[in-house]
């Protein structure tokens, strides 16, 4: 039966997800050089339009419908030519067309994560190649694994609303991208902290459809995500806030907004699972872990721009363990029994399935970023990599006063 009230709900929370890929875009932009802003952001823009074709001819379908081995769907939905507005999605009355919506949006982000790795590296493109490729035999597979009835499901795996699905897939993913293009020549700073305030606020306002959208229905459940979102963010931003200070001597703008996306990718998996204290709890420990595999990062001298594995994958791994630790049938009878109730076996499915995904998504993409090189360069050349907005794009983000040679024009006095 249709359920107004459901439907309303999902059509904001999907609006909301839509709203986190341009607010990626900006978090992302502000973090890169002022030459290469527009190549960073056209990226995430650009899989919202690739994305929404794929997921409409081929997506969708190979995610939820039917089943093939557990690891894909079937083709039964392909080109969507089966939909109709009257197809509801029983569980939450809610219409069909709106799941598929819904879903798109996180088929939408996912890549994107991942380009904040390899900035100012890749042409555009291998981008374009790759965004296709990968989302055919990473994200795809793994949401119907996941969330469309697939071989984890079955398992009993859980990941509630994408640390496995999005974050773990993209974090590893930019890990292997980063080991294959190699180290940047020319590095830049942040050349837009505002920029990255705005898009940290659109993404943790987005976060919240993110995640308590992903019960798909308005109830107990969408409520204790919503603030165990907040809660797990807002403790990861003074947690990093506060190791940064003490590290660095000097509190950090980028840090604090930095540990609140820590926060938010490490509490997805887990978000509609877990009793309150262990949001907070989760919050704490994902500022201090993440906070330190970026300084692993750095000291191995991984050229993961942007911090994606540091904090995405990082995030999204060990969120997906907390959950096979603190997850309660008491709070979600659809969860699992955590290790601290004496559980072994749900932690024991949620470490396989994660290490699983890490190592899959590295290897997949290593591989796929090689034969895309067979087909055209993934990367620039060294002469284009230090102004990629004008040699890729032919424009730029911003008018210099040395830009051509030329300054803006004053108006005239009146």
């Given at each position: 039966m249709f359920n107004g009230a459901n439907t309303g709900f999902m059509l904001l929370a999907t609006s909301l997800v839509m709203l986190m890929t341009p607010g990626l875009a900006f978090f992302y932009g502000?973090?890169?050089?002022?030459?290469?802003?527009?190549?960073?952001?056209?990226?995430?823009?650009?899989?919202?339009?690739?994305?929404?074709?794929?997921?409409?001819?081929v997506g969708y379908s190979l995610c939820f419908s039917g089943d093939s081995g557990g690891i894909y769907g079937n083709f039964d939905l392909a080109f969507l030519r089966t939909v109709g507005p009257q197809d509801l999605y029983a569980p939450s009355g809610i219409p069909l067309v709106v799941l598929i919506a819904y879903q798109m949006m996180f088929a939408i982000i996912t890549p994107a994560l991942i380009t904040g790795a390899f900035t100012n590296r890749v042409s555009f493109k291998a981008y374009l190649i790759f965004l296709v490729g990968w989302q055919l035999f990473v994200y795809f597979p793994f949401v119907h694994m996941v969330w469309g009835g697939g071989?984890?499901?079955?398992?009993?795996?859980?990941?509630?609303?994408?640390?496995?699905?999005?974050?773990?897939?993209?974090?590893?993913?930019?890990?292997?991208?980063?080991?294959?293009?190699?180290?940047?020549?020319?590095?830049?700073?942040?050349?837009?902290?505002?920029?990255?305030?705005?898009?940290?606020?659109?993404?943790?306002?987005?976060?919240?459809?993110?995640?308590?959208?992903?019960?798909?229905?308005?109830?107990?459940?969408?409520?204790?995500?919503?603030?165990?979102?907040?809660?797990?963010?807002?403790?990861?931003?003074?947690?990093?806030?506060?190791?940064?200070?003490?590290?660095?001597?000097?509190?950090?703008?980028?840090?604090?907004?930095?540990?609140?996306?820590?926060?938010?990718?490490?509490?997805?998996?887990?978000?509609?699972?877990?009793?309150?204290?262990?949001?907070v709890a989760i919050g704490i420990v994902s500022g201090v872990v993440c906070y330190f595999a970026v300084q692993l990062k750095n000291k191995l001298k991984w050229d993961d721009a942007l911090d994606v594995w540091g904090v995405h994958g990082v995030g999204g791994l060990l969120g997906i363990l907390l959950l096979g630790?603190?997850?309660?049938?008491?709070?979600?009878?659809?969860g699992g029994v955590g290790l601290i109730h004496g559980a072994w076996s749900f932690f024991g499915k949620q470490a396989a399935a994660g290490f699983g995904a890490a190592a899959y998504a590295f290897g997949f993409t290593y591989l796929f970023l090689a034969a895309i090189n067979l087909i055209t360069p993934v990367r620039v050349s060294g002469a284009h990599e230090i102004g990629l907005d004008e040699a890729m794009h032919g424009e730029s983000a911003y008018l210099l006063d040395d830009d051509n040679g030329s300054a803006p024009v004053p108006a005239p006095a009146t």
């Amino acid at each position: 039966m249709f359920n107004g009230a459901n439907t309303g709900f999902m059509l904001l929370a999907t609006s909301l997800v839509m709203l986190m890929t341009p607010g990626l875009a900006f978090f992302y932009g502000g973090l890169v050089g002022r030459s290469s802003t527009l190549t960073i952001m056209i990226q995430s823009f650009a899989s919202m339009g690739i994305t929404t074709v794929l997921w409409w001819l081929v997506g969708y379908s190979l995610c939820f419908s039917g089943d093939s081995g557990g690891i894909y769907g079937n083709f039964d939905l392909a080109f969507l030519r089966t939909v109709g507005p009257q197809d509801l999605y029983a569980p939450s009355g809610i219409p069909l067309v709106v799941l598929i919506a819904y879903q798109m949006m996180f088929a939408i982000i996912t890549p994107a994560l991942i380009t904040g790795a390899f900035t100012n590296r890749v042409s555009f493109k291998a981008y374009l190649i790759f965004l296709v490729g990968w989302q055919l035999f990473v994200y795809f597979p793994f949401v119907h694994m996941v969330w469309g009835g697939g071989m984890l499901a079955d398992w009993g795996v859980r990941d509630f609303a994408g640390g496995l699905v999005v974050h773990i897939s993209a974090g590893f993913a930019a890990l292997a991208s980063v080991l294959y293009v190699g180290r940047r020549r020319f590095k830049d700073s942040p050349h837009n902290i505002p920029f990255i305030a705005l898009g940290t606020a659109l993404l943790w306002f987005g976060w919240y459809g993110f995640n308590a959208g992903s019960e798909l229905k308005v109830d107990n459940i969408t409520s204790l995500a919503f603030l165990n979102t907040d809660l797990a963010a807002s403790f990861a931003a003074v947690t990093w806030l506060c190791i940064e200070w003490w590290h660095k001597k000097k509190p950090h703008f980028v840090g604090l907004l930095t540990g609140a996306v820590a926060g938010l990718a490490t509490v997805t998996p887990a978000a509609g699972y877990i009793p309150i204290w262990a949001a907070v709890a989760i919050g704490i420990v994902s500022g201090v872990v993440c906070y330190f595999a970026v300084q692993l990062k750095n000291k191995l001298k991984w050229d993961d721009a942007l911090d994606v594995w540091g904090v995405h994958g990082v995030g999204g791994l060990l969120g997906i363990l907390l959950l096979g630790l603190f997850a309660s049938t008491k709070i979600n009878p659809d969860g699992g029994v955590g290790l601290i109730h004496g559980a072994w076996s749900f932690f024991g499915k949620q470490a396989a399935a994660g290490f699983g995904a890490a190592a899959y998504a590295f290897g997949f993409t290593y591989l796929f970023l090689a034969a895309i090189n067979l087909i055209t360069p993934v990367r620039v050349s060294g002469a284009h990599e230090i102004g990629l907005d004008e040699a890729m794009h032919g424009e730029s983000a911003y008018l210099l006063d040395d830009d051509n040679g030329s300054a803006p024009v004053p108006a005239p006095a009146t």
